[in-house]
């Protein structure tokens, strides 16, 4: 079984995409698992950029099929912000609730219908002879006029789905891991790999 490294140290990320390639002859193992604990420096200008950046920089360091992701909030009304920025939008060491609570003082006054906004998760996927592929996908939403909601994090109090009537971290959380951007993008990705490595 080919070792498959995922540059996260989120044990629940881990989980999630362990699930999604159940069937696959790959075993999923955290980047602090192969002894890596560095942090790799996320300096692109997209969540593409910066999914590469970390997918190369750990394929240098162990040689193996590695995978790293980049995702974050897109609102329209401000231009794409906070786009990359998302987890540094109100500052180093921020909570959730500081994030949110900024985002809801940035777009104070403005109407429900132009406050649309998308979830973007850009997953790299860099194989052991180097070669790499990147999956991009979203989800479409609104920013809600306050926090909904207690079953997600980060932003998804405050993403509402209009199919749904309800928040993100309102969803049940089968449908959130269905209709997710994180989601969809590991499946697009499982597909390309399933096509890559003749796997069946």
Same mark, same amino acid.
């Given at each position: 079984?080919?070792?498959?490294?995922?540059?996260?140290?989120?044990?629940g990320?881990?989980?999630?995409?362990?699930?999604? =390639?159940?069937?696959?002859?790959?075993?999923?193992? *955290?980047?602090?698992?192969?002894?890596?604990?560095?942090?790799?420096?996320?300096?692109?200008?997209?969540?593409e950029?910066?999914?590469?950046?970390k997918?190369?920089?750990?394929?240098?360091?162990?040689?193996?099929?590695?995978?790293?992701?980049?995702?974050?909030?897109?609102v329209?009304?401000?231009?794409? @912000?906070?786009?990359? %920025? $998302?987890?540094?939008?109100?500052?180093?060491?921020?909570t959730?609730?500081?994030?949110?609570?900024?985002?809801?003082?940035?777009?104070e006054?403005?109407?429900f219908?132009?406050r649309?906004?998308?979830?973007?998760?850009?997953? @790299?996927?860099?194989?052991?002879?180097?070669? $790499?592929?990147i999956e991009k996908?979203?989800?479409?939403?609104?920013?809600? =006029?306050?926090?909904?909601? *207690?079953?997600?994090?980060?932003?998804?109090?405050?993403?509402?789905i209009?199919?749904?009537?309800?928040?993100?971290?309102q969803?049940?959380?089968?449908?959130?891991?269905?209709? *997710?951007?994180?989601?969809? @993008? =590991?499946?697009?990705?499982?597909?390309?790999?399933k096509?890559?490595?003749? %796997?069946?």
């Amino acid at each position: 079984m080919r070792k498959f490294i995922i540059a996260t140290k989120n044990k629940g990320k881990i989980k999630e995409i362990e699930k999604i =390639l159940t069937g696959l002859p790959l075993d999923v193992i *955290s980047m602090e698992q192969v002894g890596i604990y560095k942090d790799i420096e996320e300096n692109g200008a997209t969540f593409e950029e910066n999914a590469l950046i970390k997918a190369q920089e750990l394929h240098k360091l162990t040689g193996e099929m590695v995978m790293a992701d980049d995702s974050g909030l897109e609102v329209d009304y401000l231009n794409g @912000a906070p786009g990359v %920025y $998302s987890a540094r939008f109100a500052g180093e060491g921020a909570t959730d609730e500081d994030k949110n609570k900024k985002l809801l003082n940035l777009l104070e006054g403005v109407p429900f219908e132009k406050r649309k906004a998308r979830f973007v998760c850009a997953i @790299a996927v860099v194989l052991p002879d180097g070669k $790499s592929f990147i999956e991009k996908e979203t989800c479409e939403g609104y920013i809600a =006029l306050t926090p909904q909601g *207690s079953n997600g994090f980060g932003y998804d109090p405050l993403f509402y789905i209009p199919e749904y009537n309800m928040t993100m971290a309102q969803l049940d959380p089968d449908v959130k891991n269905r209709i *997710s951007h994180r989601a969809k @993008a =590991l499946g697009a990705m499982v597909k390309k790999l399933k096509k890559i490595q003749n %796997y069946t």
